[in-house]
């Protein structure tokens, strides 16, 4: 198809533009200046009309008929008048009205001269003929007004033909050009403008070759942050730009010549830099989450991709960082994470318990959950329960005398109580049971009705996983209808001993009779119908073919020495089912001794240089908190994503510590804890963090998935709080990993 030239392109426009316009001015013109005029034309017709009216109407209450048909008569002589009909109740003077579109009929009313009643009405012939012909004018002249316009246009098309051949012409030599050619202009009319453009072009093809290679790393590195710096190959500054310089606090003179790690702040590991510099020398870019030292000492964090520059023999020559200062964004995130307050209560909430935890030697802890609480909230509405989670917070605190005793709101219907040193063990226990009888003794009252509530405690005196061994303890006092367990360690040993070797026959069986089995959880993105992500959970198959959760068998497995066969097993049958599903992206748990285990690292490299399935897999970091062996754990974490690995991190949010280490380990997905999910449609606090960590993720370019969406309304909410993936029993069960292949 024949390309439209520039020329004809402009006029074109123009007559687009103009022709319509001038059509639609005629047209507005043409009808309101017609219809006004018209308008005048009736009120003239009207007017002689109201003239002989009067006069009508008095001949005809005299009786003289003969002067109605005189002034009838003498009516019609006006040039503009063509006939005029006049009915007076059952007499009628006149022939019947002409239609015609030369004549204008206009009807008046004729009234009794006394009594103002109508007793007819005049009829008026009006004749168009001057007014048409008028109009008739006008279009002549419009008709002959586009006439001269389409001249107009033509010999603007020439004009602007001829002032845009040198364009032209130049256009036909600059296409097809390649790096490295000379364009001949000589043969080009040259008038002072083209001759500019000429000039210009000759400058311009001498720097493209230059300049090319440079300009897209350098539009890489400007898309991707706003502070920019440039070093030598030793790390010493050459460049800072001025954001960078209102940043660091610096001034540029301050700046230039010393080495980048002038900004460096002391938390800063040793092995961040090693791995930047690592893929800097290796000619790969480096992107990360780099906390920097301000001049006046105060901290600042920024993001940063920073990248090789080259020469035109691909020889790195110098070093360019672009960042941007998220230091607001990681402050809020710090300071929402370390919330200590529950918003209903007034209490110290979760995050306060655990650091109090850590600042005794000795504490005493009881956890006390208000039974069938759910119960009250589905049937009374959310209102009440609020107000019996306030009234019971205030009795608990109204009884407490000793400072050495606190309480604290945990999650929905459970409240905690930490003691210390000072107050003694049957002290302590005495009080946990007088709580209880407080609680079943008070009354809530909602209108006309009231009712009782009653509360299950667990309690341990033991430091060591004392939430975790509390809550076993209420579980079990729930379990077996009791008002409160105490977890003891030495009764715990006894007591398990025989259940741990038993559990310890059950998985070596499990393992030799291949029942160490692989269930898949999907996970679906937001706004699509089928899931293409699937988690891989452990599960053992009894020998009476019932499916046994990991929470009975993974602790045991760990201190009998039996997780890592485990781990083996579910690597090796997630690969074997997933490298027959083409597209299909699954993740693996992997605990933080998985990660530290060689013969495990060794394994799973193993499978994925065997299957080449490092683009499907995604590893999900599980029991992250408080990661001892930090810079080992980020360099195995380096070594999976140069495999081509993607890294998850399993509940996040249950911690203020997470956001400490998280911009160092470098995720691709954020896995919001359970915890915070299940009643995120309700609970204020769980609302606040969640969304805090959705915007913190997108900020850091990391994908977030919403675990635990147990109903309609948690999934409507997290979809519009931003989250990426959702994942959870309303939307699939765990299934046994082989439905997959049909």
């Known amino acids: 198809m024949q390309k439209i030239s520039l020329t004809l392109k402009i006029t074109l426009s123009f007559i687009t533009v103009i022709v319509p316009s001038i059509f639609f001015l005629y047209f507005v013109f043409y009808n309101l200046f017609y219809e006004k005029m018209l308008d005048s034309e009736k009120q003239k017709a009207t007017l002689i009309a ?67 009643k109508k007793i007819g009405y005049i009829n008026i012939e009006y004749k168009l003929d001057e007014f048409n012909q008028a109009f008739r004018d006008i279009q002549s002249t419009i008709i002959n007004s586009l006439a001269l316009l389409g001249i107009v246009f033509l010999i603007f098309g020439l004009l602007i033909q001829k002032l845009l051949a040198p364009l032209g012409e130049i256009a036909k030599r600059v296409k097809g050009y390649k790096p490295g050619e000379n364009i001949d202009f000589s043969h080009v009319r040259t008038e002072p403008e083209t001759k500019e453009i000429i000039t210009a072009f000759g400058r311009m093809l001498n720097n493209i070759k230059e300049h090319n290679m440079l300009l897209e790393r350098y539009k890489y590195a400007v898309d991707e942050s706003a502070l920019v710096s440039k070093t030598d190959l030793d790390g010493n500054i050459t460049y800072v730009n001025d954001e960078f310089v209102k940043s660091s606090g610096f001034t540029r003179s301050e700046l230039l010549g010393k080495n980048h790690n002038i900004t460096r702040h002391p938390d800063m590991k040793d092995e961040t830099f090693k791995q930047m510099w690592s893929l800097l020398k290796n000619k790969k870019a480096w992107k990360g989450i780099i906390k920097n030292r301000n001049k006046d000492g105060s901290e600042y964090y920024v993001k940063s991709i920073i990248l ?105 219907g459970q409240f905690g109580v930490l003691v210390g040193e000072s107050t003694e063990v049957d002290i302590f226990s005495a009080f946990c049971k007088n709580i209880l009888q407080k609680i079943d003794d008070y009354i809530v009252h909602v209108e006309d009705e009231s009712f009782n509530i009653h509360a299950t405690a667990g309690m341990t005196y033991i430091k060591e996983n004392a939430f975790a061994n509390a809550s076993l303890a209420l579980l079990h006092a729930q379990s077996t209808k009791k008002d409160s367990v105490i977890y003891e360690d030495a009764n715990h040993i006894i007591e398990s001993y025989e259940n741990n070797l038993q559990w310890t026959k059950n998985i070596k069986h499990a393992l030799k009779e291949d029942r160490i089995a692989v269930f898949v959880q999907p996970i679906f993105k937001v706004g699509a119908k089928e899931a293409n992500k699937y988690e891989c959970l452990v599960r053992m198959v009894g020998e009476d073919g019932k499916i046994i959760s990991p929470f009975f068998f993974l602790d045991i497995a760990k201190k009998s020495k039996l997780y890592l066969e485990i781990t083996k097993k579910v690597i090796e049958k997630s690969f074997a089912v997933f490298s027959q599903l083409e597209g299909k992206t699954f993740s693996i748990n992997l ?132 989250v990426d993936y959702l994942q959870g029993f309303h939307l699939g069960e765990p299934e046994p990993i082989e439905n997959l292949l049909g």
Do not use: W
């Open 50 to 116: 109201q003239t002989i009216e009067p006069m009508i109407g008095m001949n005809y209450y005299l009786g003289l008929n003969d002067e109605i048909i005189n002034l009838r008569e003498q009516t019609t002589k006006h040039p503009l008048v063509h006939d005029i009909c006049i009915t007076l109740e059952s007499d009628k003077i006149c022939e019947e009205p002409k239609l015609s579109d030369n004549i204008l009929n206009v009807s008046y009313p004729v009234k009794h001269p006394v009594t103002s």
């Open 308 to 412: 090789p520059l080259f020469d035109e023999n691909m020889n790195s020559v110098e070093y360019m960082s672009i960042r941007t200062d998220i230091t607001t964004i990681i402050k809020q995130q710090e300071q929402i994470a370390r919330q200590t307050t529950d918003l209903i209560t007034g209490l110290p909430n979760r995050v306060k318990l655990e650091e109090d935890i850590k600042n005794l030697k000795h504490p005493k802890l009881a956890l006390i959950a208000l039974d069938n609480f759910n119960v009250i909230e589905d049937y009374y509405g959310y209102d009440i329960g609020n107000k019996t989670l306030k009234d019971t917070a205030s009795m608990l605190t109204s009884y407490i005398q000793n400072s050495d005793i606190n309480i604290y709101k945990l999650s929905s």
């Open 591 to 722: 605990s933080v001794e998985d990660l530290l285990n060689k013969e495990s690292m060794e394994f799973l490299i193993e499978y994925i240089n065997k299957f080449k399935l490092a683009d499907q897999l995604i590893l999900e970091i599980v029991e992250s908190e408080g990661i001892d062996n930090f810079e080992e754990v980020i360099s195995v974490i380096a070594e999976l994503k140069a495999l081509g690995c993607r890294i998850s991190i399993d509940d996040f949010g249950t911690g203020y510590s997470n956001f400490a280490y998280l911009m160092q380990l470098n995720v691709d997905y954020i896995k919001i804890d359970g915890s915070l999910i299940k009643d995120i449609d309700h609970d204020k606090n769980s609302q606040i963090i969640s969304k805090t960590i959705v915007d913190f993720a997108q900020q850091l370019e990391m994908k977030t998935v919403a675990e635990f969406i147990h109903n309609k309304e948690v999934m409507e909410y997290v979809q519009e709080m931003g």
